[in-house]
């Protein structure tokens, strides 16, 4: 088993668990194996409103408001099979060779949410059944990676799978099981031993993870920020210093690690602020041995839909969204994205790199976006 130092496993409890009140289970999802395992889960969490749909269509989430509608959303888990559009993995840069989805929907409430615009409908968490079919996508796609693969910066990493785009899979690990499900049959090889698994999560529920035999071919990034932007922006998720436990606990697993700093706002003394993070992070790893970590810097940006959604999700929230004090970026599709002045980006970037250097040196910077 690749855990190259004892840990307690008794002092690895979460201080952030996320547990539907209510659970979904499409009639497609409902006699696959996996789904046994989610329910098992759900049960063993107390969730006692459990529901078997008679067809694939989710119903009735809608409630009488918006807020409403959105509350309930959020309480909800909906195990569906992924349909074969979401089956296909495909290229994610600058981050891996490919994206594949275990889920889609998160249950935190960060009020710059990412997929404020790419989630249809209700903000329900839906979870794949059909894990066979989405691991599959590993097998197919495993040595056509262009992105990270072959690259002289990351190509130690081997082929790499993003498996947090649409959802923070730790956060719902506790229910579902899926992240176990891929780390384990990676680790044992299954798929080859050039494939690497990365997530992202603003969880710290890690006491499972740390008992799997990875094979060190899973990289787990802890999103991380200054202090007055979590404590402000990143409801529903687990506070900075568990996060950091959570990191110490599984790079000392022997997990390879990450850092994704984001997003980036430049807010009073933001220098201060990231700099005491970076310090904190600094004493969460020391002393690790075999440490392998590496650091993702990602500024604040929103697009017109995002900001409509999230405005609509908390109406009275104080994040920053003033595209006059922001400059346009376009997508090779035609998209805006607001981002900050370029003034405001070199500033930032030159301090991250330096400051990164500084007091972070175990720390490898992929890339700065």
């Not at 071919?217 to 007055?228: C, D, G, L, Q």
């Amino acid at each position: 088993m690749t855990r190259p130092q004892e840990l307690d496993l008794t002092t690895i409890s979460p201080t952030r668990l996320w547990v539907p009140k209510h659970v979904m289970i499409t009639r497609a999802a409902a006699d696959l194996p996996h789904t046994a395992e989610i329910l098992r889960r759900c049960e063993r969490a107390g969730v006692d409103d459990i529901q078997f749909l008679p067809g694939n269509a989710l119903t009735g989430l809608r409630g009488a408001s918006e807020r409403e509608t959105y509350a309930s959303a959020k309480n909800t888990l909906a195990v569906v099979v992924a349909p074969p559009s979401t089956l296909k993995p495909q290229p994610i840069p600058p981050s891996a060779d490919w994206r594949i989805d275990l889920a889609k929907g998160c249950p935190a409430h960060c009020q710059y949410c990412y997929l404020a615009a790419s989630l249809q409908g209700p903000p329900v968490t839906r979870v794949y059944a059909n894990i066979d079919d989405v691991l599959d996508g590993i097998r197919t796609h495993a040595g056509k990676g262009s992105i990270t693969s072959g690259t002289l910066e990351r190509g130690d990493e081997g082929m790499t799978f993003e498996m947090s785009c649409y959802t923070d899979p730790l956060g719902i690990e506790s229910v579902t099981g899926s992240l176990a499900a891929a780390i384990s049959r990676v680790g044992a090889g299954e798929f080859g031993s050039d494939v690497q698994l990365r997530f992202t999560t603003k969880f710290d529920d890690v006491g499972e993870l740390v008992t799997l035999d990875h094979g060190r071919r899973t990289r787990i990034r802890f999103s991380v920020n200054a202090a007055e932007v979590a404590n402000r922006f990143e409801g529903g998720t687990a506070r900075m210093p568990a996060r950091l436990a959570a990191l110490r606990a599984v790079a000392t697993a022997g997990y390879r690690v990450g850092l994704t700093i984001a997003p980036i706002m430049p807010v009073p003394d933001w220098r201060e602020q990231y700099g005491a993070l970076l310090d904190d992070i600094s004493e969460a790893v020391a002393g690790i041995d075999g440490l392998d970590l590496t650091a993702e810097i990602i500024t604040h940006r929103f697009t017109p839909a995002s900001k409509a959604v999230l405005l609509g999700w908390y109406p009275r929230t104080k994040l920053e969204m003033d595209e006059d004090a922001r400059s346009q970026k376009r997508s090779k599709f035609g998209g805006i994205k607001y981002v900050y002045p370029k003034q405001t980006m070199t500033e930032m970037r030159e301090w991250f790199t330096e400051e990164l250097e500084r007091r972070l040196p175990a720390a490898r910077l992929l890339y700065w976006t």
